[in-house]
C-alpha cells in the first residue's frame, strides 16, 4: 500500500524565513501526491498537486513542493513565511489501485507551522 | 467552484443517542464521498467510502452499525452516528470526488457526546 510520511510535527519558523515541511513517500509505482492545509477546526484545502507533469510545483498562497523521485520525496516550500502560513499541513498520496481502494487518499501524521514575529 | 458544505458545523449530544451529519456537493455531482475522522493532534483517518446508489465501503475496524452511511443522491451524503458514546467524540470532514484524482473537503463537524 502506499504511504507518506512527514518528517517533524512542528516546525518553527521566524516571519520571512524559508518554510520547509518534509514528506517522504513509499510507492511501487509513481505516485500522485499532495499537499493540503488545515486552519484550526477548518476542513482541508489543496495546496498543490503532483501528478506526473513537471516535477516542480507550484501551488497556492507562495508554496511550491519538488517530486524527486531518486529521494523518494516531496517536500513543501516557501521563500518567506507570513503569519497567516500558521496551520497544519498534510502530505498525502491517492490510491490508483482499482477496486475499493480508487481514489482513497492516504495522509501523513501532519506538521505543524508556527511563525513567530 | 467545487464547494463542499457540512451540516452541522458543531454538535452537542447525550449518550446513546444518534446524531446525523450532512455532507453536500454544492456546485457539482458526486457519485463518490469520503467520510473522515481526526481526533485531536492526529491526522485524518478514512472511515468509509460513500457510493452513489450503492453501500458504503467501510475500513477496517469501522463499526458499519455504528456509523450508517447514507448516498441517496449525488450530492448529498450523510453520516449517523448510533447510539453515540463519548469515545465517538471527534471531528468528522467528509470530500467529495470530483475527478478521479481531485477531493473537495468539507469544513468539518465537531461531535461532542457528553
Known amino acids: 500500500a502506499q504511504s507518506v510520511t512527514q518528517l517533524g510535527s512542528h516546525v518553527s519558523v521566524s516571519e520571512g524565513a524559508l518554510v520547509l515541511l518534509r514528506c517522504n513517500y513509499s510507492s511501487s509505482v509513481p505516485p500522485y501526491l499532495f499537499w493540503y492545509v488545515q486552519y484550526p477546526n477548518q476542513g482541508l484545502q489543496l495546496l498543490l498537486k503532483?501528478?506526473?507533469?513537471?516535477?516542480l510545483v507550484k501551488g497556492i498562497n507562495g508554496f511550491e513542493a519538488e517530486f524527486k523521485k531518486s529521494e523518494t520525496s516531496f517536500h513543501l516550500t516557501k521563500p518567506s513565511a507570513h503569519m497567516s502560513d500558521a496551520a497544519e499541513y498534510f502530505c498525502?498520496?491517492?490510491?490508483?489501485?482499482?477496486?475499493?481502494?480508487?481514489?482513497?487518499?492516504?495522509f501523513g501524521q501532519g506538521t505543524i507551522l508556527t511563525v513567530h514575529p | 467552484g467545487a464547494v463542499v458544505s457540512q451540516h452541522p458545523s458543531r454538535v452537542i449530544c447525550k449518550s446513546g443517542t444518534s446524531v446525523k451529519i450532512e455532507c453536500r456537493s454544492l456546485?457539482?455531482?458526486?457519485?463518490?464521498m469520503f467520510w473522515y475522522r481526526q481526533f485531536p493532534k492526529q491526522s485524518l483517518m478514512l472511515m468509509a467510502t460513500s457510493n452513489e446508489g450503492s453501500k458504503a465501503t467501510y475500513e477496517q475496524g469501522v463499526e458499519k452499525d455504528k456509523f450508517l452511511i447514507n448516498h441517496a443522491s449525488l450530492t448529498l451524503s450523510t453520516l449517523t452516528v448510533t447510539s453515540a458514546h463519548p469515545e465517538d467524540s471527534s471531528f468528522y470532514i467528509c470530500?467529495?470526488?470530483?475527478?478521479?484524482?481531485?477531493?473537495?473537503f468539507g469544513p468539518g463537524t465537531r461531535l461532542t457526546v457528553t
Open positions: 498525502a498520496v491517492i490510491d490508483e489501485a482499482g477496486g475499493t481502494s480508487y481514489g482513497k487518499l492516504t
Open positions: 456546485d457539482f455531482q458526486a457519485t463518490t
Open positions: 503532483y501528478t506526473s507533469a513537471a516535477t
Open positions: 470530500s467529495a470526488r470530483g475527478s478521479p484524482l481531485e477531493q473537495y
